[in-house]
């Protein structure tokens, strides 16, 4: 780092007390050093003072019809909205009256200037693959997929599974749904045959977009593979399979149901007029874990979503015209449709999309791509950066990242040591760091530091995003004071809130608009320091973060009594030092079935199979009884405490000494 750089950087002051709040990592409590923009990146930023983002802030919550109504002018509206919102908890419309279309804003607007011939997408594939597509050529393909759609009589309304590499095909499916109005949900690669079965069945698809395979550390994904276990023998509403080819590999074409996507482009044109949608039109249905063994269909709606995704890519990321941004998330995450897909192009950014993983072929294969396209935005996950920091700095001094000037990161809460460690290495000390806190629920960013504006705190997402009044509250509602902590909640609707869970409305109303009446519980647990700042402490319901992915411990417990040798299964949490946190199984076998290190192994496997590779158990442990309380309630608290290797220290890996935890269970909770 120059020393200039250094200079502009060095934290301001440091506060005098230390945060009192519970914390899994110490440093996250007692981190106090402020960065302030520089003067050169305020000066160019949208936003350039805290004066100028506390003025818009409080008329975004005071006045959210004249905000939003002012920005939403920014999109392309085929018929305009009448009224800004309509809220009757927990249902929220937003930009009543209006029409538009997604694939319209995203290309067919940018298509009458010099965008036409920017790159939309660039992507690089994991064997070294280059493809740049510029808007006009991403319009056509879009419109030529959405031609295919149709030839499959697939309509407004509609639900489309799309289970692909990380491909712009895959963006092209999406783009190409909300082109004809169907609904697409993306499902992650990492996950099973039988996970997509679920969600097949649950959101009713006719069709499911695919590709032979995908690259993977060097290995390939057998995703056609998944896709026919899925469809095995099962009564499925799926009419049709389009598989793109990528990898080349043998896959089994089943005759009247599986069509190759090139085939199906020799029979159409590339006309293809974008259909008008209400405003609050279903646009995807996104799967995330939640507190039952059921993943939950996260419902997105089409104006309030894409408002949010472009104006949060326009004043979070500050994108310009000559930026090559670029965010690692995989398409399949809610991450990937906002701020790979949506966002940046609804702004007309240029977005990079890489299909493999950050150490294929080597450990520098992230900042070798930083270089070589001169990335300017770069959006990563604090499990990333753990990473890159254990793998040395030596990786990054291969290459000139000099190109960059604002970093992102998202996923989990991040500790200071990988922030310090972001700032210095790879921004050079001279790029402001936002960290943004949000949800798939929440479509888009929530808290989070507008980069020309705050002064940010390593560890700390900093504040409200534009509309969102954010509180950290007790069981009872009552704001808790300065760095307490609480629960995090959301005490207005947001452009960008999901609509509802895909097939129950009485699950949307449980899991987040029950706890606090007319407020959005969000899950998380945080603290507010005495700037005003949010601190993220993590989940504070039965959902763990590994490695940044949601995974439900009811999912898991699910699949794992699904193996014929489980009498009972609960799943906790630990602490991991590179993920987050990792997945401890406690298990009790059935009568006559005895408990080994390969019977663990197995069950991990089993795990695998059922949920995907996403969900691997990081530990399996046997006991003969799982720790309950009177009423018969699992006493997961102590299970973390014992996974977390707090009260029963050493070799564990078989036999828990059940009298151990029976003992602390007489002197614990009921
Ligand atoms: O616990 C929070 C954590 O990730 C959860 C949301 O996960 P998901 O719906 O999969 O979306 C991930 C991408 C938006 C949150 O409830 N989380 C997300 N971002 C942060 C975070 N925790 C702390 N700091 C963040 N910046």
Redesign the pocket.
Known sequence: MSKKAAAKSSPKKAAKTAPKAASNSKSLMTESRVFKPSAEFSKKARISSMAQYKKMHEESIKHPDKFFGREAKELHWTKPFTKVLDWKCPNAKWFIGGKLNVSENCLDRHLDGPRKSKAALIWEGEPGEKRVLTYQQLHREVCRFANVLKRHKVKKGDRVIIYMPMIPEAAIAMLACTRIGAMHSVIFGGFSAESIKDRVLDCGAKIIITADGGYRRGAVVPLKKNVDDALKGKDTPVETVVVYKRTGQDVHIEEGRDVWWHRELEYVDARCAPVAMDSESPLFILY?SGSTGKPKGILHTTGGYLLHAQMTCKYVFDLRDDDVYWCT?DIG???GHTYMVYGPLALGATSLMFEGAPNWPENDRFWKIIEEYAVTVFYTA?TAIRAFMKWGDEWLKKHDLSSLRLLG??????NPEAWMWYHNKVGGGKCPIV????????GGHM??PIPGATPTTPGT?TLPFFGVDAAIVDDLGKEVGVNEQGKLVIRKPWPSMLRGIWGDKKRYQDAYWSDFKGWYF???GARRDKQGNFW?I??IDD?L?VA???LGTAEVESALVSHPAVAEAAVVGRPDEMKGQGVVCFVTVKEGIKSSRELGEELKKHVRKVIGPVATPDEVRFAAALPKTRSGKIMRRLLKQIAAGELIKGDTTTLEDINVIAQLAAGGED
């Open positions: 995330t998330a995450w809610v991450t604090p990161t998202v996923g989990e809460p991040i960290d943004t806190w949000w949800q798939t629920e929440t808290i989070t997402a969000a899950g998380d993220i993590g989940r959902v973060n940044g992915h949601r």
